[in-house]
């Protein structure tokens, strides 16, 4: 004799009927845990679920810079060494918007700034703030806190005195730093041990 499911006899005495109560328990989890929309991270953010979005250095706040940009490629075409692309499609709201993706190709923090001048929409602006954000650095992937002598991130970093060595490791001063992302690129550490946020 056999339940609704098709179990046979011998799956009852062998316990498979615990299974399905088990399965049963985890897909309602499931159900109540899955959320019923989520927000997709575009291509040119910091990993690890930040919610950080890398925009051009001189950006108005996030909430103006949506509201106002008008998505005209010309930053775009202005950035030198190309570290401005079109936020995907798939980004909905965001598609279509300039982003860094510095894992690709970081900014260099060009002494003129050409993307910003060109911006007619006003949402790069020379009196906003020339930082995107800041970069941290992962102590337990950095090779120099692991007892490596390393220093590629220093070297490297475009901006004077954001990041120094003290004691044979780097220090970023967060007052300086504007997450260009060069560290990121450059970052030789297995799995990067820098990352970018707000």
């Not at 929309?37 to 910091?46: D, E, L, R, Y």
């Not at 108005?60 to 079109?86: M, N, W, Y």
Request: proline residues 9%.
């Amino acid at each position: 004799m056999s339940d609704e499911r098709g179990m046979s006899r011998r799956g009852i005495l062998k316990g498979d009927w615990i299974k399905i109560i088990r399965d049963r328990g985890v897909k309602q989890l499931e159900k109540e845990s899955t959320p019923e929309f989520s927000i997709k991270t575009p291509a040119g953010q910091a990993k690890r679920g930040s919610s950080f979005v890398h925009r051009p250095p001189h950006a108005v706040p996030e909430s103006e810079f949506v509201a106002g940009c008008t998505k005209c490629d010309a930053c775009i075409q202005a950035c030198p060494p190309h570290a401005l692309f079109r936020a995907p499609e798939c980004d909905g709201l965001l598609a279509g918007m300039p982003i860094i993706d510095a894992d690709s190709q970081p900014c260099v923090m060009c002494e003129d700034m050409p993307c910003v001048p060109v911006c007619e929409a006003g949402v790069l602006r020379m009196d906003a703030p020339v930082a995107m954000g800041v970069a941290k650095i992962d102590s337990i992937a950095c090779l120099a806190f692991r007892g490596t002598i390393c220093t590629v991130c220093v070297e490297r970093c475009p901006v004077e005195d954001a990041i120094t060595m003290e004691a044979g490791r780097p220090n970023i001063d967060s007052e300086i730093c504007t997450a260009c992302g060069v560290c990121l690129y450059v970052c030789p550490a297995p799995g990067n041990a820098i990352h970018l946020r707000v």
